[in-house]
């Protein structure tokens, strides 16, 4: 017999795992006066040449934007072990302004007055730079404005914003750019299996019962995007089913002992399964994929990096990228 999701026994809890390695951060956000912040564009473009020649001739360069975030620092991290050239510029959320240490390298932040100068700069210093754009959702569009004003290839993996304008002016303006909210290399290879299986054989699983459990750290309120997408499948598969019926696991006590989800990576995780039942329930098969921590995101934004540029320098005709198109490539680390 089935058994269902939510006894302990369901879930193999996952063993003990090497703790990854935080950098130390430190941030100053400098209490500005009306005639400093009007002035802060004319002295950041300064600030920002000095910074730029210091900084040639040291393997592709890359800005990570909100570098105080916690996936912005795990790029950083992943960017330098692949020896990318993480340039010493940031913008930061609204107009927050001041300095932050990641992996050793003391990186300025500008807000949002200052940034058309900065990356004007920038892109005239370094005009092979790629921007990574970890920020919040609400600016989503405003900095693709922005790259696509400067002309600025750049890699999108924020969730949010109005998906139609993103790409209707990342088309208009023929800037390169990779756009995914998922940068899980593997999560997404698993996806785009689902539904390669969805669109072979549907109604494969006619008449079968589906449970979906997702455990995420407790400030996503929402239900998984993952978890919808491959909904979306086993729906063209044949099962019935609601996304309502996602179970979500936000407890931290559940997600322990449930789940199995180590404690140091209650604060970033992604726990999925997905259990099918055949009618009278002698047939199951469950689908599942746990991520602790976010160095596969990051890393697979480091790859998105890295085939973007390569599509830069052979002048593709195609500008807008997923990271099915990176899995394709075929060429990752």
């Known amino acids: 017999m089935a058994l269902p999701l939510n006894l302990p026994g369901n879930l193999p809890k996952i063993g003990a795992l090497p703790r990854t390695r935080t ?6 956000r400098p209490s500005l006066t009306p005639l400093a912040v009007a002035a802060i564009s004319s002295k950041s473009v300064q600030r920002v040449d000095e910074l730029s020649a210091k900084s040639k001739n040291l393997g592709l360069p890359i800005m990570v934007n909100s570098c105080t975030g916690k996936m912005g620092k795990a790029v950083i991290e992943a960017a330098v072990s692949a020896g990318l050239h993480v340039l010493p510029v940031s913008f930061g959320s ?25 990356l ?18 609400s600016a989503v569009n405003d900095n693709a404005e922005l790259f696509c004003k400067i002309g600025v290839p750049f890699v999108m993996g924020t969730t949010g914003g109005d998906k139609e304008r993103l790409y209707r002016t990342v088309n208009d303006s023929k800037v390169y750019a990779v756009i995914s909210p998922q940068m899980g290399k593997q999560v997404v290879a698993f996806l785009a299996a689902m539904e390669f299986m969805a669109e072979q054989f549907p109604g494969a699983f006619a008449g079968y019962s589906l449970q979906v459990m997702e455990s995420h750290q407790s400030s996503k309120l929402d239900a998984s995007g ?23 696991i936000r ?11 180590p404690e140091e990576y209650l604060s970033a995780h992604a726990f999925h399964m997905y259990h099918l039942a055949s009618p009278d329930e002698t047939v199951t098969f469950e689908f599942q994929h746990n991520v602790c921590g976010r160095s596969m995101y990051a890393e697979g934004t480091v790859d998105a990096v890295t085939f973007l540029a390569k599509k ?3 002048k593709a005709e195609k500008r807008i990228y997923s990271m099915i198109d990176v899995l394709r490539e075929g060429n990752m680390r």
């Open 94 to 118: 609204g107009e927050e302004n001041g300095s932050v240490e990641v992996s050793g390298r003391e990186i300025e932040i500008y807000g949002r007055s200052a940034r058309e100068g900065v």
């Open 226 to 248: 993952t978890a919808k997408a491959v909904v979306s499948s086993f729906k063209k598969l044949g099962v019935d089913f609601d996304n309502d019926q996602i179970k979500k």
């Open 251 to 261: 407890d931290s006590r559940l997600q322990v002992e449930m789940v199995g989800v």
């Open 23 to 28: 950098s130390s951060t430190r941030v100053q």
């Open 312 to 314: 830069v320098q052979s």
């Open 120 to 137: 004007a700069s920038m892109f005239d210093e370094h005009p092979d730079m790629i921007v990574v754009d970890y920020t919040v959702p």
